[in-house]
């Protein structure tokens, strides 16, 4: 499933507030969901980072 940020997003090391953040992503930017954890999404972005 692809997605396109709608707001400035984390991404996290894990499924949680906890996690690190190991980046961010700005509103706009299009990501690939590759699963899903509850409310969380594992992406990866078009450069092919997940």
């Known amino acids: ?3 396109v ?3 400035g997003a984390k ?3 894990s499924a949680s507030m906890s996690g690190p953040v190991v ?3 700005d509103a706009g930017t299009r990501v ?3 699963s ?3 409310n969380w999404r594992r992406v990866a972005d ?4 997940s």
């Open 23 to 25: 980046r961010v992503r």
């Open 1 to 3: 499933m692809k997605a």
């Open 5 to 7: 940020t709608t707001t």
């Open 46 to 49: 078009p450069s092919g980072e």
């Open 36 to 38: 899903q954890e509850g």
């Open 11 to 13: 991404v996290r090391s």
């Open 32 to 34: 690939r969901v590759v």
